[in-house]
């Protein structure tokens, strides 16, 4: 997917002024936030299970090829091809192949979010095979001109009942409904039928499992399980980061997973996938095939920002974000938004394309006390943010004036000086009030707030007066 | 160099690979596949009824039904019952495991084959039940096909109490020791099928079973 | 007990009387306050904008400066945080530095947590009085685990009556050099806090942090409330009114 990230800032603003995705956004901040804080509680050890994610999820990355061997070996001896994809063209090229391979005409799709890092669907479009999302927000998408997602677990949580009511009426040709689950039996009957006629099934893999050559797929809908089951090919495109060790790890995952992505004890779906179809099976593919990919994962391993690589993809980040919160995610410009896409989208696509993501945060750490996996986001967001300064990315006027502050700052009796003026010469804008409507010196502050006025003397020159 | 031998190779050149670290690597590998070892527990009473207990209390709040008999051979009625009461036809797809109850002595007409799309009420039983979160673990074969518990609109689960354990992790460990490996798909389920993609409004019955009735067996 | 004051660069420029009331309060539990001279900055607006040579000059300069006093306070949770976490990260590669700084570190303490834990006031010396609510900054908050600590010290306060907001902990926008970039979604954020700290019925938001407070009380004043007052937990404590 192309980047728009260079457009944060005024994507930003223009979802500021966007009425219906600003009350969406409440709506969603409240439902999931209140709901993870009570799922979490059922935990026990909430700390010790993070800690625990953690470790696991280390321990892979710090071996990460010898366990992609393994998961190779062992998911090669049970029946799947796995396959290897350097970047998003390699991942269209594998899977049109095997769509070509198989005769395959039309592919249902479940959740995959590298496959929008891919831009998948336009790919299967062109080579004739029809692409068909399943997840339900994934479809409304897909059929509103293939519009991005705004949230890794949520895809349409800045659209509007009345704007899926719209879209349904207009491309399925049927009267317009206007409750939720009507929609949403609209859309089963609609997919339903796309399910029992696709050859091949695409999904994503939470996560594949070493010790068993499986992937998980974790899925609330049940089309998760419609991919793997009915169609006669089975591709998974996944992250060379996605490897765990054993079944045990996956059920430690899974206590943290759901919870922290929507505040359940566990989803309604958990499907570890092995191997293709046995003898004597009544359903399952004949054909399994794995697309294991870098796409920018490989040169973060050993980097100092490998830590993003324990992300297991729950979203709790985004949705505790002050800022995602109030502009949603389409202004961070690429597939993954929030803090996490903050890290991932300079690290992915370049560091130069996505200038103002590590700085569009206040650091508050409120995500990073919710990542279940420990991922210390505001300070890999600093480091992309010096990054930046190293490579002489930021504008001439910032770099001279944090090296004007260092320099005055690092003489007392200079900064004695300036600071003497400066506080005058504020009062005197404040002329009597308690605030300072504009500040040129600050425009972005004073924008939609007033800067209130100085007291009018430093504390070190009062302070040096009393004394004296 | 194939795209395989690139990664490979730029991952082992990120974590300094040498002959020495590799050989200490995938010792340390096997190692952590037979360990297995668990990660930080939340308490779940392991006696059978306060499993059975815990079992029915997290099913309800997914939203599933409970019904309970004393065995196997009982279970066709308590179908029946169920159908009866929402009105429902008495007419079902079963596993073929399961074919041999007494379905018709309930007035219920069912088939033993995989599920199609005009099935209506698919039954199955289960390979166990974690009582942690009131999920079903259902291992398919040819007997238990996948299926049942996915295309109908109505899903209803057998339950034998003595197949009731704590958490995923006593599931996947009856699973290696009876199964040796994994079967091609693994389902573990937890009430009807949902979304919240419109709104954040939890609607029931997205594209697997609108409804999900569990049948505990407390004597088998 | 012997404590420097690490003013702030912010209560310096901006509100110096909150510096009086830090030193009233330390005096109030027998401290004996010696004020640097040379101060400045702890140099975070640097670090937080990635420029590490900056960054270190001005941690090299505060160590210099304060590692010879037996504590150090800050009215300011990013500020002693910034001294405390993360001097030792920026000089990580000079091994002297690193150990001076880790000295320094463990005797680096925010105002609230100072008075309760180590110097254990036992009364306030304000009389301030009237509904109030609480804005705990988020590296006070999740750094340094500022939370009970104000609590404490307001609940001395006869006359005051703390009422809690919806979302006292969720960030107020601020994010130091973050106001000044994005300044429209920052004050969007700020507005937020503004009306769950309104909807109390507080007659002053209080907090810990300067820089939270201005963003808060400039974002009061622009949605045309001249009204409710906007304080330093310093201020309140010691605020004879």
Known sequence: ?????????????????????????????????????????????????????KALRNRVIENLDLWLEKFEEIATARGATVLWAK??????????????????????????????????????????????????????????????????????????????ADLFHKVHKTPRKTEIPALTREAREVLREHFLTAEMGISGGNFLVAETGSVALVTNEGNGRMVTTLPRVHVVITGIEKVIPTLEDLSTLMRLLPRSATGQSISNYVSVLTGTKAAGDLDGPEHLYFILVDNGRADVVGSEFQDMLRCIRCGACMNHCPVYQTIGGHAYGWVYPGPMGSVLTPLYTGIENAIDLPHAATLCNQCGVVCPVKIPLPELLRKLREKQVEKNLRPWFERVAFRLWAWVASCPTLYGIGTWFAVRYLKWLAGGNQTIPILGAAPEWTRGRDFPAPEGKTFRELYAGRKS | MTSREDILARVRAKLNRNPDNAATGRVAIEATLAARSQGPRPAVNPQKSALVERLIEKSLAYSSTVDQVATAAEAPAAVARYLTGLNLPLKAVVWPELARLDWS????????????????????????????????????????????????????AFVPASRIVSGMEEGFALARAELGQLPRAVNFISGPSRTGDIEQTIVLGAHGPYRVHLVLLTEE | MRVAL???????????????????????????????????????????????????????????????????????????????????????????????????????????DFLVNVAKLVSVPGNFAGRITYHDSCTGLRSLGIKAQPRALLAKLSGVDLQEMNGAEECCGFGGTFSVKFGEVSAAIAERKCNNACATGASAIVGGDLGCLLNIEGKLRRMGDTQTRVMHIAEVLAAKE
């Open chain 1, 1 to 53: 997917m192309e980047s728009r990230a260079r457009r944060f800032k005024s994507n930003s603003e223009a979802a500021l002024a966007n009425p219906v995705l600003q009350g969406n956004m409440r709506t969603a901040k409240g439902k999931f936030v209140d709901k993870r804080a009570i799922s979490i509680k059922e935990i026990d050890d909430f700390e010790g299970t993070r800690e625990a994610a």
């Open chain 1, 87 to 164: 970047d998003g063209a390699e991942i269209c090229r594998h899977v049109v192949d095997i769509g070509k391979q198989h005769g395959i005409k039309k592919a249902v799709k479940s959740k995959s979010m590298l496959s929008e890092e891919a831009g998948l669907n336009l790919a299967l479009e062109a080579a004739g095979i029809q692409p068909v999302e399943t997840d339900l927000g994934e479809y409304i998408l897909q059929i509103n001109n293939n519009e991005p997602p705004s949230h890794i677990i949520a895809p349409v949580v800045h659209k509007g009942l009345d704007e899926v």
């Open chain 2, 105 to 156: 002595g309930s007035g219920l007409a069912v088939q033993a084959r995989g599920a199609q799309d005009v099935d209506l009420v698919g039954i199955t039983g289960c390979f166990c039940a974690i009582a942690e979160t009131g999920t079903l673990m259902l291992c398919g074969s040819p007997d238990t096909p996948a299926t049942v518990s996915l295309l109908p609109e109505t899903h209803i």
């Open chain 3, 6 to 112: 690490f003013v702030t660069c912010l209560v310096d420029l901006m509100r110096p009387r909150i510096g009086f009331a830090a030193i009233e309060l330390l005096e109030a539990a027998d401290c004996e306050v010696i004020v640097p001279a040379a101060q400045t900055c702890c140099g975070q607006p640097a670090w937080n904008s990635g420029d590490r040579a900056a960054a270190a000059k001005l941690a090299k300069k505060v160590i210099a400066e304060f590692e010879g006093h037996e504590y150090v306070v800050a009215p300011s949770g990013s500020c002693a945080d910034h001294i405390r976490t993360e001097y030792p990260v920026i000089l990580a590669d000079e091994p002297d530095w690193y150990a001076r700084a880790v000295a320094l570190g463990s005797r680096v303490y925010e105002l609230t």
